[in-house]
């Protein structure tokens, strides 16, 4: 027995006791997406390897990103201004 998982406009099927969870047809989702975006932008010789390790890093990136905004919205930062100034302020004791 199969389950049908709609994944984009394309319908895939997982053996019956397979189980994925949300996150990880998400997961795929996104990773369908930006393979899809790489080839129609000209990059269709890029291999599998390759291709994975840059989703991954590009996914690496944008969780940073959201943990420095996550940062900013809870106060946890700093003034770049203020940063440079103490550091000057240390390099020229």
């Keep these: 027995m199969e389950v049908a998982v709609k994944i984009s406009e394309k319908s895939r099927?997982?053996?019956c006791g397979?189980?994925?969870?949300?996150?990880?047809?998400s997961d795929l989702s996104s990773f369908?997406?930006?393979?899809?975006?790489?080839?129609?932008?000209?990059?269709?010789?890029?291999?599998p390897e390759q291709?994975?390790?840059?989703?991954?890093?590009l996914q690496e990136t944008l969780m940073s990103i959201r943990r420095g905004l996550a940062d900013a919205d809870a106060?946890?930062?700093?003034?770049?201004?203020d940063v440079l100034e103490e550091l000057r302020a240390r390099?020229?004791?």
């Design 32 to 47: 369908r997406e930006y393979l899809d975006n790489r080839i129609a932008g000209g990059d269709a010789a890029l291999s």
């Design 13 to 15: 099927t997982i053996p």
């Design 51 to 57: 291709a994975l390790s840059d989703w991954r890093d």
């Design 75 to 81: 106060g946890r930062i700093r003034p770049a201004g």
């Design 91 to 93: 390099l020229t004791q």
């Design 18 to 25: 397979a189980s994925m969870s949300s996150s990880a047809i």
